[in-house]
T-cell receptor, first 109, second 115 residues
Framework: GIQVEQSPPDLILQEGANSTLRCNFSDSVNNLQWFHQNPWGQLINLFYIPSGTKQNGRLSATTVATERYSLLYISSSQTTDSGVYFCAVSASNTGKLIFGQGTTLQVKP | DAGVIQSPRHEVTEMGQEVTLRCKPISGHDYLFWYRQTMMRGLELLIYFNNNVPIDDSGMPEDRFSAKMPNASFSTLKIQPSEPRDSAVYFC?????????????FGEGSRLTVL
């Protein structure tokens, strides 16, 4: 099955700093999503981005499907950005999303 | 619109007891998924349904686990008998897609502790 690798596994930032999270996948995909799991355990949709670039406030994401990777950019990080960021992909028409292991982000005040 | 609704939010039970987790997907969504999250294994897909029909249950760990979707607005995940290693957060998610990839929306999860 498709493999999803996220990097870095852990990241510590000072408030206000920028960061880039990466997601590599092993096969062609027709679905890619980024999620943020907050400290309370909720999985929040950030982007549905099988290809192209999207922006939402301080966050943006780019997926280069032909090169099998996606990037999540966080600018001017805030303490509320802390948590785990997951990339999930589906390589078929089933919508069967396979999750990476996540990047744990800690933003310090 | 209401999101995916799961119950109970927390469940503590003793080994050997039956556990039933419930999920109401977002109205109009065709797909429903059950995931399990643990520290060791991360987020794993257990089973998913399309139009109330189970499509892929290859992630269900063993026969003690079963899932049903009697109608478009309700699904259950049952563990009988429960074991301590079943302790995890169980998420339900739904998707509006009918072809190709579609956006997945998660409930808040049910945290299960089996003593």
């Amino acid at each position: 099955g498709i493999q999803v690798e996220q990097s870095p596994p852990d990241l510590i930032l000072q408030e206000g700093a920028n960061s880039t999270l990466r997601c590599n996948f092993s096969d062609s995909v027709n679905n890619l999503q980024w999620f943020h799991q907050n400290p309370w355990g909720q999985l929040i949709n950030l982007f549905y981005i099988p290809s192209g670039t999207k922006q939402n406030g301080r966050l943006s994401a780019t997926t280069v499907a032909t090169e099998r990777y996606s990037l999540l950019y966080i600018s001017s990080s805030q303490t509320t950005d802390s948590g785990v960021y997951f990339c999930a992909v589906s390589a078929s028409n089933t919508g069967k999303l396979i999750f990476g292991q996540g990047t744990t982000l800690q933003v310090k005040p | 619109d209401a999101g995916v609704i799961q119950s109970p939010r927390h469940e503590v039970t003793e080994m050997g007891q039956e556990v039933t987790l419930r999920c109401k997907p977002i109205s109009g969504h065709d797909y429903l998924f059950w995931y399990r999250q643990t520290m060791m294994r991360g987020l794993e897909l257990l089973i998913y349904f399309n139009n109330n029909v189970p499509i892929d249950d290859s992630g269900m760990p063993e026969d003690r686990f079963s899932a049903k979707m009697p109608n478009a607005s309700f699904s259950t995940l049952k563990i009988q008998p429960s074991e301590p290693r079943d302790s995890a957060v169980y998420f339900c998610a739904s998707s509006p897609r009918t072809s190709g990839g579609g956006e997945l929306f998660f409930g808040e999860g049910s945290r299960l502790t089996v003593l």
